[in-house]
């Protein structure tokens, strides 16, 4: 049984840091691209970062320069560590993955396994 389950979410000031985790269980977490999404009420899911197993990354350009994507192959667990918050930061985050390649792009249908999601309040 597949699963991902994510940890670290909470409410924050502008300005302040959360680490997000999310570890995996129920398949080979290697090959598999490894995915940040967010989704804010009233808008759509949208990808925030990727890695692939060799460590590789990218980012939304809302993302780069205060968020960081890194993962950990031996606990199976991906980590979302995000500085300087903002409140247009605010939304529900999900870790997902794909097999193979990243391919960099953030399409979200392209995911196959999906975490059940941890708020992120940021308040102004």
């Known amino acids: 049984q597949v699963q991902l389950v994510e940890s670290g979410g909470g409410s924050v000031q502008a300005g302040g840091s959360l680490r997000l985790s999310c570890t995996a269980s129920?398949?080979?977490?290697?090959?598999?691209?490894m995915g940040w999404f967010r989704q804010a009420p009233g808008k759509e899911r949208e990808g925030v970062a990727l890695?692939?197993?060799?460590?590789?990354?990218a980012y939304a350009d809302s993302a780069k320069g205060r968020f960081t994507i890194s993962r950990d192959n031996d606990k199976k667990t991906v980590y979302l560590q995000m500085n300087n918050l903002q409140p247009e930061d605010t939304a529900v985050y999900y870790c997902?993955?794909?097999?193979?390649?990243?391919?960099?792009?953030?399409?979200?249908?392209?995911?196959?396994?999906w975490g059940q999601g941890t708020q992120v309040t940021v308040s102004s």
């Open positions: 997902a993955a794909r097999p193979g390649l990243c391919l960099w792009r953030m399409n979200s249908v392209e995911f196959v396994y």
């Open positions: 890695a692939d197993g060799s460590g590789n990354t």
């Open positions: 129920g398949y080979n977490f290697n090959p598999y691209c």
